[in-house]
């Protein structure tokens, strides 16, 4: 019941022993996840221990010690990592992804803000050329409940359940995770805001339409791009399951930058009800409100599970 992240996934911390990462890491301990190492050239061979009390039994390896590493590749050798989370700073997130794709890591999950857009484009680019998928940046990153969580979102708001959850926004990401907790998900994944992101909407509908475990999927989008009207036509064309979403922004003012850097309008192009108008065309509900959206989730289950009983 997962996509990208199981209990299996082995999880290096680039960055882990700055003030972000070393409180983050330690959050991801608590979940289970199943944390290898940290990443540091400066501190290579030195030790980090984490005081876990809230460690769930028999999830991930969830050490109390973990080892630092001089780059990614000895992290690699030393451990088969196949993630990393990348919390460094803004200026050498570029460096950060390079390294690890160039190491041959399967997964960056790059939670750092800020990045230059040119720098984002050339490791993207980078990444897809090493066979590297990178989530973000400028995210929450991504958890399967129950199994793993490599990001910041909290662990602790939701279940292990058949929902699948594909996000723009952090802040929603969350809110829709507590409002469906009776349900639970497969797999949560917020892949960011900017105008520049590696996984896409795209991306996990595709790999959400392909895992069995996976009842019903959310896409929450928001205002600027063609990001969701590209969806949408994904949905049409090649998704069977149900698929429910929101769009943030139906009050934002038009020409200016909310919030993320790609959440912009001009005219009627990356409006809210336009994305809202090409989802429906597809055949996916969509709310007006993060808990009328749930609503439609429910019931959208439901109508599947009567439909199946029938």
């Known amino acids: 019941m997962a996509i990208y992240l199981t209990k299996e ?37 030195r030790t980090v221990d984490f005081d876990v009390p809230q460690c769930l039994e028999g999830l991930g390896g969830a050490p109390s010690s973990v080892p630092v590493f001089g780059s990614v590749a000895e992290g690699i050798h030393a451990t088969g ?9 803004p200026a050498f997130a570029k460096a950060a992804v390079v ?28 990444a897809q050329a090493k066979g590297t998928r990178v989530i973000g940046p400028n995210c929450p990153g991504l958890i399967t409940p129950g199994q793993s969580n490599a990001g910041i979102i909290p ?45 896409t909407h795209i991306d996990c509908l595709a790999a959400f339409q392909d895992d069995p475990d996976t009842e019903l999927i959310v896409l929450i989008g928001e205002i600027g791009g063609d990001a969701e009207e590209r969806a949408a036509a994904y ?16 009050t934002a003012p038009e020409g200016r930058t909310m919030g993320h850097a790609g959440a912009i309008v001009s005219g009627s192009s990356g409006t809210a009800q336009a994305k809202k108008e090409a989802l429906e065309a597809a055949g996916v509900g969509v709310g007006n409100t993060p808990t009328e959206t749930a609503k439609l989730v429910l019931a959208c289950l439901e109508r599947g599970r009567a439909a199946a009983h029938s």
């Open 155 to 199: 662990s602790d708001i939701t279940k292990p359940g058949r929902i699948g959850l594909v996000s723009k926004s952090g802040t929603l990401t969350y809110q829709l995770m507590y409002e469906l907790r009776e349900i639970g998900f497969s797999t949560c994944v917020g892949i960011g805001g900017d105008p520049v992101v590696g996984t």
């Open 9 to 45: 996934s082995k999880v290096l911390v680039q960055g882990m022993t700055g003030g972000e990462g070393m409180k983050h890491t330690r959050r991801m301990l608590a979940a289970g996840t199943n944390i290898v190492g940290g990443v540091n050239p400066r501190k290579a061979g």
């Open 99 to 126: 390294e690890a794709a160039d190491a041959g890591i399967g997964l960056a999950v790059v939670i750092t803000e800020g990045i230059p857009v040119h720098d984002s484009v050339a490791f993207h680019a980078h």
């Open 81 to 89: 990592a196949d993630v990393t989370v990348v919390f460094v700073p």
């Open 235 to 250: 949905v049409r064309d090649h998704v069977t399951k149900p698929v429910v979403g929101y769009i943030a922004g139906f």
